[in-house]
């Protein structure tokens, strides 16, 4: 079966002019660095994101290991990449995020691209996050990191780099563990379950006894790199990383990750200023896999006996595994003064997953399989432009996709896409400019949305999907001044063929049903970044967002048509007041809307509006000595910041606002210290 989705728009632009500057746009994106300054709290990369870009959003999934949406878009809707290597997650129910692979102690830089203009990416369809991790030095450097904080809270670590002028070696190694978080109410996740679950049909989704105080997660992390040089203008880069993480408790989820251990390995080789023109070629290749096992072994429904059929109950396991296998190359050219970079990007995605019962390790009845070995195989070729014209800056990208996905007994599916986009700055001042882009570009269903089974045998995915398409206008404003910076950004984005979960199908008899749908909507929104510079030690930052979503119609069966996954108004400001050189003292409040504008036909709730006052310290005794003291939530207010959309298997007894919310973290202190060397 073909997909095939026209180029809609034509970005011709002339590149001739006499002076032409090589410079990178990126207004287009958000640039992030000293990421494990930013993750106070522990190494979730998520928790870091979204405190500091406006744009992104957190689902909150548990202690560690959260998602996270980019202007209301998550899942295959965003890419991300962890140097140059696509990763992707096994679960299912998103209790394995890609970026939950990969931790902020091991982060050089996030970028955070915003529309579809990344066409060095497959799936780059709206927005996209690239990690680069720290890289090898040429002297010898160390760091060593520790923390503690509330709810038996721990992480110890250390990074190690060196080398001469032909190896360089990097070694990083992290530990971290966490009890349960408490509320505002001083509800662990334990007992957010009870209060959820008692007296009602869906009982046995609570804890059981032994298990009510376990840890929520512990989670060890290792990367090494080497790099060789092997003439002054070629290297070659060696990569590794091992993530393993225990028992991590779901609350709201059915079950719990038993473990969730993923790899990352890359060879590439980079070679500069072959000629004047051909200026770099960069070749690598990657394989991530993640072995991801989830049960009900710690919850009530694993024993005693059913109440409906008298037979003894026993622990279900969904045990997924997914692999990512990748080929890139790259080359940058500088042509008639014009950054010209050219590649070709392929890449097979491998996915399986099997029911069965936990202790005995036999095939579940109805079906042993969610997904039964799913491959999704991609081959792509691409172009990016960068240019300045006088005032102007110019970006212009195309790509062009080939995509067969392929599985064990259901059908499969060919999709072809050519995506382009173009981004132009103008430069009104050395200061001030505007800026204006326009793009398109899609993603083809994943595993779960065509092919996945429930434990009853219930087909959810639906195997004739078509792919999604974004088509976006993106405009803005930036300045820099002595006194203070300002970004104004705005979107309007217009989804064909959007995959969507529709509730409604769902039904009690264990027959297949197909509960994703391609439908059309509409996504517009605006973000504002700030920093104001009163004194010489005092800097006020600030960031708001604000989004909208709507289904051109509502669904079969539906009247809402409200989108999901649509934060409302949400914004922080902090002020910081450097008392000494490097030492800085902030107090910030986070504040959200009341979430009105939910998809209810498909289980999201009326949120309540929230506010936070979190405090921070950062002392520098030397350049080597660094101490962190913060509380977070400081007025320990009770409060939900996540929705509940249905394309989440979560915990409810049937009825249409019962989905079980989880509430974020009460009041917490902590502490971190790090010593470099």
Known sequence: MKRIIPLSLVAVVSLYAAEVK??????????????????????????????????????????????????????????????????????VNRMDPPISHVLASQIDEVEVIEGPYDVETFGTMSGGIKIKTKKPSKDIHGEITAGIGSWDYSKIGFTLSGGNDTVRVLVSA??????????????????????????????GTAYQDQYRDMKAYTKNSVMAKVFVSVTDDQELRLSMTKNRSDDVLYGNSKMDAIYDDSNIYSVEYNVDRLTDVYTNLNLQYYYTDVDHPMATTYRKSSVGTNPVTGLPNFSVTNHLTTSMEGLKLKNTLEVADHKVL????????????????????????????????????????????????GDFDLSIGARYDSTEITHAILQS??????????????????????????????????????????????????????QTTNREIDFGYETQSENFDLKIKAFYSMLSDYIY???????????????????????????ISASVYATDDITIDMGASYKRGTKDEAMQNQTDTDLADMAPLRGNIALNYEYMNNSTATLELQA???????????????????????????HTFNKNMLLSLGVNNLLDETYAASNTYADLILVTSGGSDDVMLMNEPGRYFYTNFTLKF
Request: with cysteine.
């Open 22 to 91: 090589l410079e990178s746009i990126n207004v287009e994106s958000t640039l992030i660095t000293e990421v494990s300054q930013k993750a106070q709290t522990s190494a979730d990369l998520a928790q870091a994101l979204s405190t500091t870009v406006p744009s992104i959003d957190m689902s909150r999934r548990s202690g560690i290991a959260n998602d996270v949406f980019i202007r209301g878009q998550k899942r295959d809707n965003i890419s991300v990449e962890v140097d140059g290597t696509k990763v992707c997650g096994a679960c």
């Open 174 to 203: 992290t530990t971290e563990t966490s009890g349960q978080y408490e509320d505002g109410d001083g509800n662990t996740i334990a007992d957010q379950v009870d209060n959820y679950a008692t007296g009602t049909a869906v009982a």
């Open 342 to 389: 050219l590649g070709l990007d392929g890449s097979k995605r491998t996915w399986d997953g099997n029911y069965y019962k936990t202790l005995s390790g036999a095939p579940l009845g109805g079906s042993s399989k969610s997904i039964d070995d799913s491959e999704t195989k991609n081959i792509a070729g691409f172009i990016k432009v960068n240019a300045t014209h």
């Open 413 to 466: 599916n060919d999709y072809t896409a050519l995506s382009a986009n173009m981004f132009v700055s103008y430069n009104l001042t050395k200061a001030d400019r505007l800026f204006f882009g326009f793009g398109q570009a899609s993603r083809v269903p994943d595993a779960r949305e065509l092919y996945f089974r429930g434990s009853k045998g219930n087909q959810t995915g639906t195997p004739d999907l078509d």
């Open 501 to 527: 979960y529709n509730k409604s199908l769902k039904n009690a008899a264990l027959l297949p049903y197909h509960a994703f749908e391609n439908i059309d909507a509409t996504i517009y929104g605006a973000e």
């Open 592 to 618: 959200s809307d009341k979430w009105t504008n939910i998809d209810s036909d498909n289980g999201e709730q009326v949120l309540d509006s929230w506010s936070v006052v979190n405090l921070k310290v950062e």
